[in-house]
């Protein structure tokens, strides 16, 4: 089992940033990859950024590349989600999660993320 805690949410202005932290415990060893994903009132929950386990092949929504940066602290065992630029649009619940060998399968409890206009 891996265990996932999300941190850095908050109430913030358009145009400012947030730094989001995932931090993994248990059998990180399963870890393939690490994914931020988000999920506004009323809406599906959408990938934000991915990036593997390594810290290689980061890759990003279309709505959200040049504004975020998704990275990870190998000795910490965190993903990070740098995240400039905002907007109201980007008012959401996000969630880190897990990917082994297959599709994500591990979450966090969720960091409420609000941009006001």
């Known amino acids: 089992q891996v265990q996932l805690v999300e941190s850095g949410g908050g109430l913030v202005q358009a145009g400012g940033s947030l730094r989001l932290s995932c931090v993994a415990s248990?059998?990180?060893?399963?870890?393939?990859?690490m994914g931020w994903f988000r999920q506004a009132p009323g809406k599906e929950r959408e990938f934000v950024a991915a990036i593997t386990w390594s810290g290689r092949s980061p890759s990003y929504a279309d709505s959200v590349k040049g504004r975020f940066t998704i990275s990870r602290d190998n000795v910490k065992n965190t993903v990070y989600l740098q995240m400039n630029s905002l907007k109201p649009e980007d008012t959401a619940v996000y969630y880190c999660?897990?990917?082994?060998?297959?599709?994500?399968?591990?979450w966090g409890q969720g960091t409420q993320v609000t941009v006001s206009s």
């Open positions: 248990g059998r990180t060893n399963s870890i393939r990859a």
């Open positions: 999660g897990r990917r082994g060998f297959g599709d994500y399968d591990s």
